[in-house]
């Protein structure tokens, strides 16, 4: 397999422009098979996510994460890898990879690949020797085989269950087809877990590490980053309904310490590099505390932060959420992210549509009121300190898809029990280009998911151009952003006296941000003039009236 190296001027040039560039940067998550389709199949991929690099550097984003393109048999979209040194057929090829990166430095924007450390796919070659070979197989060793429990070791090793429900066990047979151990997977039955104990584990990422970043990747998301190391002994938990005390308490199966001995060690590596390359944690812990210990000096350089995530639209809970952050994060010296959406919950114009509900709704609640909430929670969003992600179409103020029909849905978690409830695919519907075509400009075959009709009123051509289009929003913010670094910058805001239900901070660079949470208008004295805003808002003889839901951005 033939690796592309970066060129020595391209990673010079980045050198020079890197420090620290990924404490305040805005970047921008695609969903390779969702977001633009380059040969016409039905499935978005590199070259069509190549072709629309233009539109995210006009955006103003710093950086691309891409989620994987990675040869997979896509159990799971992508997240059950096969082989992390190839690209499926249906993204495209190697080649098409380096041209991407390559485009995509030229243009000033940085790429960050998805990394799948936890769990391979059952099709990659070490499983499938492991079960070839049979209980003899040291391949084995590498996974977390067990033998059962029972007479005949007919119940599963311990009483894990899978994210996506059911055990988290399945049972294999042996060469000669009698029923033999039993392997774990905390998603998928195609998902089986690494068992990083093993040192070949650590040494084949090492490697894969090493292959991405000689190809001129930026850095890496690493996923189910809280999970790769397991309890000693993998102890009962004692329970059903696991799914529930996710979150809440530290799991023999996730946030264990020993994965930041791991991530020591590939700190060293991202640091041989040039250009400032970095790894970001998806780690869901029960605070922010426990995720601030991913981000420590020798460790990660960013963690999701799930907690904002999670958190209502209510004035009192987002204040307590963004101290606790920034509190959390200081003592590391890390920057604190911000995120509203991504490929895994309902996007926030859905989310925010109604009462409060959790990450996963399953209703439209009420269009009007969820896209006014959005659009003043992004500008909230992009006020505070430290490094934002944004998930394609947002920017367009996309909702979920509530009424996928259930042949068409893909969420392997759909239809299962006490899982996830598998309704993730209302994310990850393709997004509009066009106002016309069979696909709104995804793509000349169609979408792999069935678009809504009134979609072609929310594309890029649609907004482009329209003054208070939420494109145009997200535009001006960015650009808004670019303009003034204290925006970004720093580790603190300063918390301003304002009416209850209303957020209103000042950050340096003489700039104010206020938040009217509330469903009714909010009289406030003008801070400044105004330099961006959610919705209208015309200040009259030193005071100014915040209409419901809106979010103002003020120089001082």
């Known amino acids: 397999m033939t690796q592309y190296l970066a060129d020595a001027h391209d990673t010079a040039d980045r050198t020079a422009a890197a420090a620290d560039w990924w404490r305040d940067a805005v970047i921008y998550q695609v969903y ?3 977001f633009a389709d380059g040969n016409g199949d039905g499935m978005g991929d590199l070259p069509g996510v190549r072709s629309r690099l233009p539109y995210l550097k006009d955006l103003g984003v710093d950086a691309v994460w891409l989620s994987p393109f990675y040869a997979s048999p896509q159990a799971d979209a992508g997240y059950d890898v096969a082989d992390y040194r190839a ?9 098409d990879a380096d041209a991407l990166i390559r485009d995509a430095h030229d243009l000033g924007l940085r790429i960050i690949v998805d990394l799948v450390p936890n769990h391979s796919s059952d099709a990659h070659e070490w499983f499938k020797r492991a079960l070839k070979e049979g209980p003899q197989s040291p391949l084995r060793e590498r996974y977390h085989f067990r033998p059962g429990k029972g007479a005949d070791g007919e119940l599963p ?5 899978s994210i996506f429900g059911g055990p988290a066990w399945t049972r294999t047979h042996n060469p000669d087809g009698t029923p033999g151990d039993w392997y774990l997977h905390l998603f998928a039955p195609e998902q089986p877990d690494f068992n990083w104990e093993h040192p070949a584990v650590a040494d084949e990422f090492r490697s894969i590490l090493r292959f991405w970043l000689d190809m001129g990747v930026d850095g890496f998301r690493v996923d189910v980053a809280h999970g790769l190391v397991k309890a000693a002994g993998l102890p009962d938990i004692g329970g059903s309904d696991q799914l529930k005390l996710l979150g809440n308490d530290v ?7 020993g994965v930041h001995e791991i991530y020591r060690s590939w700190r060293t590596i991202l640091d041989e590099y040039p250009g400032d390359r970095i790894a970001v944690a998806e780690a869901w812990t029960p605070t922010v505390e426990r995720t601030a210990n991913y981000v420590r000096p020798d460790e990660l350089h960013q963690a999701f932060n799930f907690q904002y995530l999670g958190t209502h639209w209510d004035a009192a809970e987002l204040r307590e959420v963004v101290d606790a952050s920034l509190n959390a994060m200081r003592p590391v010296g890390a ?9 895994d919950v309902t996007r926030h114009a859905t989310r925010f549509a109604g009462p409060p509900a959790g990450t996963q709704i399953r209703v439209p609640g009420d269009r009007e009121l969820g896209l006014r909430r959005a659009r003043a929670a992004t500008l909230l969003m992009l006020a505070l300190p430290g490094s934002a992600y944004l998930y394609q179409g947002e920017e367009l103020g996309l909702p979920d898809v509530t009424d996928l029909p259930d042949e068409v849905r893909q969420d392997p978690a759909f239809g299962r029990t006490e899982g996830q409830d598998g309704f993730r695919d209302g994310c990850r519907v393709p997004i509009p280009w066009t106002v016309e075509g069979t696909s709104y400009g995804f793509g000349a075959g169609g979408s792999w998911l069935p678009q809504p009709d009134s979609w072609a009123g929310l594309s890029v051509e649609a907004q482009t151009g329209v003054a208070d289009s939420t494109l145009e929003l997200y535009r001006g913010a960015l650009a808004a952003r670019r303009e003034h670094p204290a925006l970004g910058a720093g580790a603190e805001v300063e918390w301003l006296d304002a009416p209850e239900g ?4 000042r950050r340096a660079g003489g700039f104010v941000c206020t938040v009217n949470t509330t469903a009714a208008a909010v009289r406030i004295p003008a801070p400044g003039r105004v330099l961006l805003a959610s919705a209208a808002v015309e200040p009259v003889d030193g005071e100014a009236e915040l209409p419901a839901d809106t979010a103002v951005w003020w120089t001082v």
């Open 32 to 34: 390779p098979r969702s």
């Open 87 to 95: 690209i499926d057929p249906m993204f495209g090829t190697l080649l």
């Open 157 to 161: 090793p311990n009483d894990w269950e």
């Open 251 to 257: 799991m023999p199966f996730f946030d264990q310490d």
């Open 335 to 343: 920057p604190a992210t911000w995120v509203l959406s991504n490929h």
């Open 502 to 505: 209303v957020l209103a901070f």
